[in-house]
């Protein structure tokens, strides 16, 4: 189904962007460090963005694949969006080391909501290191979240 | 740290997104064929110097067992009559993605991101009414599957098809 939106607005802007130290990713799941925000839409709207920027690199291993995915929490605890929220990431035999950009679109709601990403690798063999390049290079995730009118 | 703000200007944002899509896995090498999704009207803003178009999609490999060299080719047209014909946009509106190598097997989403020009320029007019955008694309090599995900591992499960991104596609106006 295509959802037109026209003449729309962004409101209620939050960037985020929290000082995180590097993070290892192997194959259990665990929260993306630095990709949780609380989040109030503007009332009214019809849809909340939540944009992400991540970088990472290779390291420990010479494959990655990466599979994030999009959890909120309504107030009962977190649950995985499922279906649309999902993204598995691959590059292998090339060391990669890249950002990590994306976004997905949820319905709005009224409140305050927690969204966070989640992450595991495919196995042991195939783990990522985040928030960092391989010289070490620092950079802090940065969360965007807006609500369109 | 975090920032909080309102816009205090009106961008005009027009998108459509697909929570629905289908596979497309149809490219060739020898000619380009329209990519998915990615076609919208849009009239400019008064104000607009420039129009930002926006595609957001997933690429990967074309199969579990497919082929490991993965790649597009993505380029720009527009249409001034409503679709019925439609031309190149021209200079700094065509991307590669992907690899030629064949073992980088490089899957994940890709935001393609372009800045148009709304005055004329060469045989293009100026963009003042409705214009429709959409993506051609190609491959240079090996296959390439789009919107769908092959395999996911994570608290959704362990699931190796109908698994989608949605794709989404937008524009919105500029002032410099």
Redesign the interface.
């Known amino acids: 189904?295509?959802?037109?939106?026209?003449?729309?607005?962004?409101?209620?802007?939050?960037?985020?962007?929290?000082s995180e130290t590097s993070q290892l990713i192997s194959s259990t799941?665990v929260d993306i460090s630095g990709t949780e925000i609380s989040y109030t839409p503007e009332a009214n709207s019809s849809k909340v963005v939540y944009e992400f920027k991540i970088q990472f690199h290779n390291d420990p291993d010479q494959h990655n694949n990466l599979?994030?995915?999009l959890?909120k929490d309504s107030g009962s605890g977190y649950s995985?969006?499922?279906?649309?929220?999902?993204?598995?990431?691959?590059?292998?035999?090339?060391y990669g080391q890249n950002v990590?950009?994306?976004?997905f679109?949820l319905d709005s709601w009224s409140g305050s909501n927690d969204l966070k990403l989640?992450?595991?690798t495919?196995d042991n063999q195939r783990e990522i290191t985040l928030h960092e390049d391989e010289a070490g290079n620092h950079f802090d995730p940065i969360i965007k979240v807006y609500s369109?009118m | 740290m975090t920032f909080t703000t309102n816009n205090t200007f009106y961008e005009k944002l027009e998108f459509l997104q697909e929570t629905s899509p289908s596979i497309q896995n149809n490219f060739s090498t020898s000619s380009f064929i329209d990519i998915t999704y990615s076609e919208i009207s849009y009239v400019p803003s008064t104000f607009a110097d420039y129009v930002e178009y926006q595609y957001a999609f997933y690429f990967g490999k074309d199969g579990t067992s497919g082929n490991n060299t993965i790649n597009i080719i993505a380029k720009l047209l527009y249409s001034d009559d409503g679709g019925s014909s439609w031309t190149d946009w021209g200079e700094n509106t065509q991307v590669f993605i992907g690899s030629t190598t064949s073992n980088t097997r490089s899957r994940g989403l890709c935001i393609i991101k372009f800045f148009l020009e709304t005055s004329a320029s060469g045989s293009r007019s100026a963009w003042l009414g409705n214009r429709k955008l959409k993506l051609w694309g190609k491959k240079q090599s090996g296959d390439v599957r789009l919107h769908q995900l092959m395999e996911f591992r994570g608290d959704s499960g362990n699931v190796s098809s109908n698994n989608f991104y949605y794709p989404s596609v937008q524009c919105k106006s500029i002032k410099v």
């Open positions: 189904m295509y959802i037109p939106r026209k003449n729309k607005i962004k409101k209620n802007i939050v960037v985020q962007s929290s799941v599979f994030y995915e959890q995985p969006l499922g279906k649309g929220y999902l993204v598995n990431m691959v590059y292998q035999f090339v990590i950009e994306g976004y679109i989640t992450g595991r495919y369109l």
